[in-house]
T-cell receptor
Framework: GAVVSQHPSRVICKSGTSVKIECRSL??????MFWYRQFPKKSLMLMAT?????????EQGVEKDKFLINHASLTLSTLTVTSAHPEDSSFYIC??????????FGSGTQLSVL | RKEVEQDPGPFNVPEGATVAFNCTYS??????FFWYRQDCRKEPKLLMS???SGNEDGRFTAQLNRASQYISLLIRDSKLSDSATYLC??????????FGQGTTLQVKP
């Protein structure tokens, strides 16, 4: 089946640093990728929709300058958390859509900002 | 009001029990419906799609009631391995998936 690879799986960083998370579709071309954030015991919240070759569409309340998304190719999207703060600590998950509605999820990244 | 609402639980049931989860959604224009399963700190995995006619996959039965904007998941003969969080998911006409908070199931021996 289709596979989406997400790295790193876990990152611990100091407050003020930037963290980049990669999401790759390994055996299919993903025209659309989604980035979600999940706080403990809460649902996945869509942060942004990333379309190859165009600017990402951010959900209401998500700062585009803080969460930089780049979808440079049909197999790679990156999320950069800039100037991370402790309140950004969360579980970030990407998903990729090849066509139609079926989504394939990455394994998630647990970000801890000290 | 949340777009997709679920009782977070937890539901604690013994092995072999039958358990049912419910979900309501607010957008009458919602197009597709799914149940996902998520284990702790793992990615969600598609359990099954949900259709108005109802669909069954082994011990799992899903049902959609469009008039009431209500989705259900029934698990029969619960196994220990069924312990997880079950996410109700709805798509809207933009193609976005909207996730419910999830319902936690704990199956006890």
């Amino acid at each position: 089946g289709a596979v989406v690879s997400q790295h790193p799986s876990r990152v611990i960083c100091k407050s003020g640093t930037s963290v980049k998370i990669e999401c790759r579709s390994l055996d299919f071309q993903a025209t659309t990728m989604f980035w979600y954030r999940q706080f403990p015991k809460k649902s996945l919240m869509l942060m942004a929709t990333s379309n190859e070759g165009s600017k990402a569409t951010y959900e209401q309340g998500v700062e585009k300058d803080k969460f930089l998304i780049n979808h440079a190719s049909l197999t790679l999207s990156t999320l950069t958390v800039t100037s991370a703060h402790p309140e950004d600590s969360s579980f970030y998950i990407c998903s990729a859509q090849a066509g139609g509605e079926k989504l394939f999820f990455g394994s998630g990244t647990q970000l801890s900002v000290l | 009001r949340k777009e997709v609402e679920q009782d977070p639980g937890p539901f604690n049931v013994p092995e072999g029990a039958t358990v049912a989860f419910n979900c309501t959604y607010s957008n009458s224009a919602s197009q597709s419906f799914f149940w996902y399963r998520q284990d702790c700190r793992k990615e969600p995995k598609l359990l099954m799609s949900v259709y108005s006619s109802g669909n069954e996959d082994g011990r799992f039965t899903a049902q959609l009631n469009r008039a009431s904007q209500y989705i259900s998941l029934l698990i029969r003969d619960s196994k220990l391995s069924d312990s997880a969080t079950y996410l109700c998911v709805v798509t809207v006409n933009t193609g976005k998936l909207i996730f419910g908070q999830g319902t936690t199931l704990q199956v006890k021996p």
